[in-house]
């Protein structure tokens, strides 16, 4: 392909979010010309990674908002004008002079992509610039061309192709099929729409919107993981010199790609199912396409080009590596926690870049095309009759499929003769259009309405349900009868859910099943409640929407001026216990949040499928601090708990693991609304299901300051969950011994750690036994720990039907030479004891199984109703909320109240020897035993306080018996002075 034009690369920056500004994020994205460099956060000595591009776009700063419209304030700044004039306006140009054109846009969810391609409000992106251009430049034309243009709209989610202009989309989604012919790929039965100005191009736009905003809120396609493609035919028809007529045609595709997180950082890896999920497929399959293409722009021979790999990358086979001039725009998240994400797009920018394309003048003479379209049809139709020779080798399902594909290339060259009179089309899509015009922008009175939230900021304000005065207007499902004067799908929504009464200027809510989910400013609704401006309604689990009062405009205390998606999931993780607050957060515990409020509505919607398709799962979202990991990664980790609700097995699935799954399973629902019997399915590829594993009980502390004396710890230990909360008692001792493993005797204690430096060390872990408090852990217990020199984990026997196993398990941990870092260790570090319960397959409860998955979870108070109705003031947390911190800092709690206890007894045995010091005699004083009693108590560790209380006392019995020894003081060899009556160690100590 060497010789052709590569694709143009451009990126954009956009400003910091709330949560961003909130959080005071760094910037780590810097432009100068066409050049971007990124820095790395946690390596801030290291130079930043720096990529060359077409076009570097800074719109990080540098902008006053006018009346709505983001104006530059600097040079630097790029406005929506100017990222139109370098990459639509060559779009546009090429479509006029006959070439195919496309730009897609690439980027993170949340990065800006759609602000680029689409806009909001007034400021226009590149779409709809474009189109309006379009037009523009067609009424300036002068003579006797003929100007046709059409439009589409189409989504791809789980490798579903939905039509955005239609509400009815087969089962499935709409077929992607081959033309035998051009070798190129498109999608049957799409609805492409003749268009004859920009206007009606815009509602058609807001159409499909609002079509997308529907089946997001089914929870069939969440907006930041479905892909939109806008395609506009533009076609000029004029006479050639010999009188010719000659149609030069122009397909230009707009891609908004959805968001590209990294498969890894969503971390499905070890998932049983992780090749079973299309999540992202159609990214990586786009990915390995520009890197095949890449590949053969720079002269390598042989390159498989994987176009078939995705319904996504099929569409875009023209695009990419064929006749067409491609843009691409990568969109980027300036703040410092998207690090890995954003220079992931920026390293796939910079692929795209190298792949070259040859585009040619689409023009043709009219009439040879119908000619060539008929013969075609012709000769199509005659193999469709039978007249088909196959390949050899081809199997009977084979040559059926081909003559499927036969009759569909049959039906679309049919339709796009049709097409050919396109005056007729324009008429009948303007009577569509005319219906469009009553309800496009169509402004509410002066009446109370609600208003829609979504993730996608497009798709936010796109629903408008007013509320009719003097009128009760029921919420509920299609198959209500009555039929309810608000329809709403998807997920935990009743066929009489909810009812509105604006009667004596009150709008009143109110439930009208029991059972009805339904959440006002994220407190269960039950019963009447009187709405007012700005309310955050959420009917079922997906439809979020705002109360407007125009009437009545007052705002509640802590209700803010705007009320956003962002905004309202915060309400909703503090009303289910997750502190959202900001100050003090350490970088890992901002990520933990982020994801907090990413999850927790993914958790509620899958919790909705499982009562509704009555899976007996129930899922939790839970915050794992870095002491309850069994791994290298001690970060605080958001996790999901799966419980079996038959049994009571749980499952701790990690980010990733949920994301994959939940993918999975929102595909598995949609073929059950769908009436596809393919939603049944065996255990093997349920994605609810996993095979019983061992989890993780709980764990216990050993701190480790006795060994730096050469002292023994011995102690009962509190195994502590997630939630630090106590599930059992762990024996352990930690003992200074021989290369054998036989204790030291006391006189190995040592007065100062450095003493140890440079020599062998050797002590003994002796797990003796556990007691475990929850009686589904009879199947089997076993502890693992890991300690200095240790790259594995080392683990105890397992012992099967006993809630008090006991392991007497030993072993020798032995150092060749101690260094400060050993000392160290002993002196600030410990041991993790992780305890481990087996699970099994048997159910714990066999009448649990007459339950329904929502009667079983309502039993086990995971869906406790709080009467308590705190409606305002949401960012105050509510009490008992749990702070991103809090799961670290409850773990570790249990164990520093044991450490606190331990102190409280060394003092009061210090004071007891400083007391029994202080009334004997001046000539029986041994200042070094009374020191090195003193050391024995202050450093000793565990619970063996008597033990230590009775080495003192022998100590201290010696000092009436033998001289004073030697002090080992290395400053000088004298003794130690003899201490006054009133010693000043005591009152020291």
């Given at each position: 392909m060497s010789g052709?034009?590569s694709?143009?690369?451009?990126v954009?920056v956009?400003p910091f979010?709330q949560?961003?500004?909130d959080?005071?994020?760094?910037?780590?994205?810097?432009?100068?010309?066409?050049?971007?460099?990124?820095?790395?956060p946690?390596?801030?000595?290291?130079e930043?990674?720096?990529f060359?591009?077409?076009?570097?776009?800074?719109?990080?700063?540098?902008?006053?908002?006018?009346?709505?419209?983001?104006?530059?304030?600097?040079d630097k700044?790029?406005?929506q004008?100017?990222?139109?004039?370098d990459?639509?306006q060559?779009v546009?140009?090429?479509?006029?002079?006959?070439y195919?054109c496309?730009l897609?846009?690439?980027g993170?969810?949340?990065?800006?992509k759609?602000?680029s391609m689409?806009?909001?409000?007034k400021?226009?992106g590149i779409?709809?610039i474009?189109?309006d251009?379009?037009?523009?430049?067609?009424?300036?034309?002068?003579?006797?061309?003929?100007?046709?243009?059409?439009?589409?709209m189409?989504?791809?989610?789980?490798e579903q192709?939905?039509?955005?202009?239609t509400?009815d989309?087969?089962?499935?989604g709409?077929?992607?099929r081959q033309?035998?012919?051009?070798?190129?790929?498109?999608v049957?039965?799409?609805?492409?729409v003749a268009?004859?100005s920009?206007?009606?191009i815009?509602r058609?736009?807001?159409?499909?919107?609002?079509?997308?905003?529907?089946?997001?809120t089914?929870?069939?396609?969440?907006?930041?993981?479905?892909?939109?493609v806008?395609?506009?035919?533009f076609?000029?028809?004029n006479?050639n010199?010999a009188?010719q007529?000659t149609?030069?045609s122009s397909?230009i595709?707009?891609?908004d790609?959805?968001?590209?997180?990294?498969?890894d950082?969503?971390?499905?890896?070890?998932d049983r199912?992780k090749?079973g999920?299309?999540i992202?497929?159609?990214?990586?399959?786009?990915?390995?396409?520009?890197?095949a293409?890449a590949?053969?722009?720079?002269?390598?021979?042989?390159?498989?080009?994987p176009?078939?790999d995705?319904a996504?990358?099929?569409l875009?086979?023209?695009a990419?590596?064929?006749?067409?001039?491609?843009?691409m725009i990568?969109a980027?998240s300036?703040?410092?926690?998207n690090?890995d994400e954003?220079?992931?797009?920026l390293r796939?920018?910079?692929r795209a870049?190298?792949?070259?394309?040859k585009?040619?003048v689409n023009?043709?003479?009219?009439?040879?095309?119908?000619?060539?379209?008929?013969?075609e049809?012709?000769k199509?139709?005659?193999?469709?009759?039978?007249?088909?020779?196959?390949?050899?080798?081809m199997?009977?399902?084979?040559?059926?499929?081909?003559?499927?594909e036969?009759?569909?290339?049959?039906?679309?060259?049919?339709?796009?003769?049709n097409?050919?009179?396109?005056d007729a089309?324009?008429?009948e899509?303007r009577?569509?259009?005319?219906a469009?015009?009553?309800t496009?922008?169509t402004a509410?009175?002066?009446e109370?309405y609600?208003?829609?939230?979504n993730?996608?900021?497009?798709?936010?304000?796109v629903i408008?349900?007013?509320?009719e005065?003097?009128k009760?207007?029921?919420?509920?499902?299609?198959d209500?009868?009555?039929?309810?004067?608000v329809?709403l799908?998807?997920?935990s929504?009743?066929k009489q859910?909810?009812?509105?009464?604006?009667?004596?200027?009150?709008?009143?809510?109110?439930?009208?099943?029991?059972g009805?989910?339904?959440k006002v400013?994220?407190?269960p609704?039950?019963?009447?409640?009187?709405l007012?401006?700005n309310?955050?309604?959420l009917f079922?689990?997906?439809?979020l929407?705002?109360?407007?009062?125009?009437?009545k405009?007052?705002?509640?205390?802590?209700t803010?001026k705007?009320?956003d998606?962002d905004?309202?999931?915060?309400?909703?993780?503090?009303?289910?216990?997750f502190?959202?607050?900001?100050?003090?957060?350490s970088?890992d515990?901002?990520?933990?949040?982020e994801q907090?409020?990413?999850l927790?509505?993914m958790?509620?919607?899958?919790?909705?499928?499982?009562?509704?398709?009555?899976?007996?799962r129930?899922f939790?979202l839970?915050?794992m601090?870095?002491?309850?990991?069994d791994e290298?990664?001690?970060?605080t980790?958001v996790?999901?708990?799966?419980?079996?609700?038959l049994n009571n097995?749980?499952?701790?699935?990690e980010?990733?693991?949920?994301?994959?799954?939940?993918?999975?399973?929102?595909?598995?629902?949609?073929q059950y609304?769908?009436?596809?019997?393919r939603y049944?399915?065996t255990?093997d590829n349920d994605?609810?299901?996993?095979?019983?594993?061992?989890?993780?009980?709980?764990?216990?502390?050993?701190?480790?300051?006795?060994l730096?004396y050469?002292?023994?710890?011995e102690?009962?230990l509190?195994?502590?969950?997630?939630?630090g909360?106590?599930e059992?008692?762990?024996?352990?001792c930690?003992t200074?011994?021989?290369?054998?493993g036989?204790?030291?005797d006391?006189?190995?204690f040592v007065?100062?750690?450095?003493?140890?430096l440079?020599?062998?060390y050797?002590f003994k872990?002796?797990?003796?036994?556990?007691e475990?408090?929850?009686?589904?852990?009879?199947?089997g217990?076993?502890?693992?720990?890991?300690?200095?020199g240790?790259?594995?984990s080392?683990?105890?026997?397992l012992?099967?039907a006993?809630?008090?196993p006991?392991?007497?398990?030993?072993?020798?941990v032995?150092?060749?030479?101690?260094?400060?870092?050993?000392?160290d260790f002993?002196?600030n570090g410990s041991?993790?004891?992780?305890?481990?319960?087996?699970q099994t397959?048997?159910?714990?409860?066999p009448?649990?199984?007459k339950l329904?998955t929502?009667?079983?979870?309502?039993?086990?108070?995971?869906?406790t109703?709080d009467?308590?109705?705190?409606?305002?003031?949401p960012?105050?947390?509510?009490?008992g909320?749990?702070?991103v911190?809090?799961?670290?800092m409850?773990?570790?709690?249990?164990?520093?109240?044991k450490?606190?206890d331990?102190l409280e007894q060394k003092?009061k045995?210090?004071?007891?020897?400083c007391r029994?010091?202080?009334?004997k005699a001046?000539?029986?004083?041994?200042?070094?035993g009374f020191?090195?009693a003193?050391?024995?108590v202050a450093?000793?560790?565990?619970?063996?306080?008597?033990?230590r209380v009775r080495?003192?006392?022998?100590?201290?019995?010696?000092?009436?018996?033998k001289?004073?020894?030697?002090?080992?003081s290395k400053?000088?060899g004298s003794?130690?002075?003899?201490?006054?009556?009133?010693s000043s160690v005591?009152s020291?100590?």
């Open positions: 052709g034009e694709v143009k690369v451009a954009r956009r979010n949560r961003e500004i959080r005071n994020a760094s910037c780590i994205i810097q432009m100068d010309g066409n050049s971007t460099s990124i820095r790395n946690d390596t801030p000595n290291e930043p990674k720096v060359g591009f077409d076009y570097s776009y800074w719109s990080h700063d540098g902008y006053d908002d006018v009346d709505g419209v983001l104006t530059a304030t600097v700044y790029a406005t004008r100017k990222v139109f004039e990459l639509g060559g546009l140009d090429n479509a006029f002079q006959g195919n496309s897609f846009a690439y993170q969810t949340g990065s800006g759609s602000f689409v806009g909001y409000g400021n226009r779409v709809p474009t189109c251009e379009l037009f523009k430049s067609i009424e300036r034309a002068s003579g006797d061309t003929k100007y046709e243009v059409t439009f589409s189409l989504e791809i989610y789980n192709v939905r039509d955005l202009l509400k989309n087969p089962k499935g709409l077929q992607v033309n035998p012919k051009l070798q190129l790929f498109y049957e039965k799409l609805k492409k268009v004859g920009y206007k009606e815009e058609r736009m807001e159409e499909g919107t609002a079509n997308r905003t529907v089946a997001s089914q929870m069939n396609a969440t907006s930041s993981r479905a892909h939109t806008v395609t506009i035919t076609d000029q028809i006479k010199e009188g007529e149609k030069k397909s595709n707009l891609v790609l959805a968001g590209s997180e990294r498969a950082s969503t971390g499905a890896t070890g199912l090749e999920a299309n992202n497929k159609s990214l990586s399959s786009l990915g390995n396409v520009i890197s293409l590949d053969a722009s720079s002269g390598k021979k042989k390159i498989v080009v176009y078939r995705s996504l990358t099929k875009l086979m023209n990419l590596g064929g006749n067409s001039k491609t843009i990568a980027l300036p703040a410092d926690i690090y954003t220079l992931g797009t796939y920018a910079d870049k190298k792949i070259k394309n585009a040619i023009e043709n003479p009219l009439d040879k095309l119908i000619r060539e379209l008929r013969e049809n012709e199509l139709r005659k193999q469709a009759e039978g007249n088909y020779t196959p390949a050899s080798g199997g009977g399902d084979d040559i059926e499929k081909m003559r499927e036969i009759r569909a290339q049959l039906l679309a060259n049919q339709e796009q003769m097409d050919m009179d396109w089309r324009l008429a899509s009577v569509e259009d005319e469009l015009k009553e496009s922008g509410i009175s002066n109370p609600f208003v829609n939230l993730e996608d900021p497009m798709l936010s304000g408008r349900l007013k509320i005065k003097g009760e207007m029921m919420i509920g499902r299609k209500c009868d009555p039929k309810p004067d329809i799908t998807g997920l929504i009743q859910h909810a009812s509105v009464k604006y009667d004596n200027d009150e709008i009143v809510l109110k439930p009208m099943s029991q009805a989910k339904t400013n994220g407190t609704l039950t019963g009447e409640q009187k007012e401006h309310d955050r309604v079922g689990s997906n439809h929407y705002v109360f407007i009062n125009p009437l405009p007052e705002l509640p205390e802590g803010p705007k009320v998606w905004f309202a999931q915060k309400e909703l993780a503090e009303q289910s216990g502190s959202t607050l900001q100050a003090g957060m970088k515990q901002q990520r933990a949040q907090v409020l990413e927790l509505p958790v509620t919607e899958m919790n909705a499928v499982s009562e509704e398709l009555n899976k007996y129930s939790e839970v915050l601090s870095g002491v309850q990991q290298k990664d001690r970060t980790k996790m999901v708990k799966v419980k079996n609700l097995n749980v499952w701790m699935w980010r990733g693991k949920f994301m994959n799954r939940r993918y999975m399973i929102q595909e598995l629902y949609q609304l769908d009436g596809d019997e049944k399915r255990e994605p609810f299901y996993d095979p019983p594993e061992d989890v993780i009980v709980g764990t216990a502390n050993v701190f480790l300051q006795s730096s050469a002292l023994d710890f102690d009962k509190a195994i502590t969950d997630y939630k909360q106590e059992g008692l762990l024996d352990v930690i200074p011994s021989g290369a054998d036989k204790p030291l006391e006189d190995n007065e100062e750690p450095q003493e140890l440079n020599k062998p050797h872990v002796h797990v003796r036994q556990c475990i408090h929850n009686s589904v852990h009879i199947h217990v076993y502890v693992k720990y890991k300690t200095t240790d790259d594995e080392v683990s105890t026997k012992i099967k006993s809630l008090s006991t392991f007497d398990h030993s072993r020798v032995s150092i060749p030479s101690i260094t400060q870092e050993h000392l002993f002196e041991i993790t004891f992780w305890v481990y319960a087996c397959t048997n159910p714990n409860d009448s649990a199984k329904t929502k009667e079983l979870r309502e039993r086990d108070g995971q869906m109703v009467p308590m109705q705190r409606r305002r003031n960012t105050v947390p509510r009490r909320s749990i702070s911190s809090d799961g670290q409850k773990a570790e709690l249990n164990t520093l109240h450490k606190y331990r003092e045995r210090i004071q007891e020897i029994e010091w202080e009334v001046d000539d029986s004083k041994d200042f070094d020191m090195r003193i050391k024995a450093f000793s560790s565990g619970n063996k306080f008597k033990s080495l003192v006392g022998q100590m201290v019995s010696a000092g009436h018996n001289p004073a020894p030697a002090s080992k400053a000088s003794k130690s002075p003899t201490p006054s009556k009133k005591c020291v100590m």
